[in-house]
């Protein structure tokens, strides 16, 4: 162990002054959250290994950590017997996740592709376009459609996919690698 840090500052200033090559990052800082620092890590030093240790099992929090450059997952009801593992294969150039936490991950993404109706290419566009954060307007401009046709496209492509708000477009949008 190189350094401790318990917010994600002190974290990028410790590994501002430390040669780490795994890092072990909470989900839950109370200047942010690991998710966040992941990815301000893994862009200042794309080197990094990047292993979440956190209390959150929720499917979306390792989703996130991992779309945000994180290598590896563990729960830390798991910590006493995975965290040595988990650090070891990160060192290995692997990814870990421990294996409860793998298979609610593998079933949730074949139950979502099964229960997915294909999208058409501009439903997608459509949609893409607005979890960027782009509005109705900006999106029919850039398209050459109008605003109602926007709004077509959205409720069709979102319909769909069972989304039900723009928070569920934008959780989408993270897990499918849009944002």
């Known amino acids: 162990m190189v350094g401790e840090a318990s917010t994600c500052q002190e974290a990028l200033e410790v590994l501002a002054r430390t040669e780490a090559e795994v890092v072990v990052l909470d989900i ?3 200047d942010g959250t690991g998710i966040e ?7 200042r030093y794309p080197h990094l290994k990047l292993l979440a240790l956190s209390m959150h099992e929720d499917l979306e ?20 017997h995975e965290l040595l593992d988990a650090v070891t294969a990160l060192a290995r150039g692997e990814r870990y996740l421990n294996p409860s936490l793998a298979m609610r991950l593998a079933m949730a993404m074949v139950r979502e592709e099964a229960a997915e109706e294909p999208l058409s290419p501009r439903e997608e566009e459509v949609l893409r376009l607005l979890a960027q954060g782009l509005s109705h307007k900006e999106v029919a401009e850039r398209l050459a459609i109008s605003e109602k ?11 769909k996919l069972g ?12 897990r499918r690698g849009w944002l």
Do not use: N
Request: proline share 2%; charged share 25%.
């Open 28 to 30: 839950s800082l109370p």
């Open 37 to 43: 620092l992941c990815r301000r890590v893994k862009e």
């Open 61 to 80: 929090y390792v989703r996130g950590f991992l779309q945000a450059g994180g290598q590896g997952y563990v729960s830390k009801a798991a910590v006493d």
């Open 149 to 159: 046709t926007v709004a077509t496209y959205r409720e069709r492509g979102m319909g």
């Open 163 to 174: 989304l039900k708000s723009r928070s569920d477009l934008l959780r989408y949008a993270v």
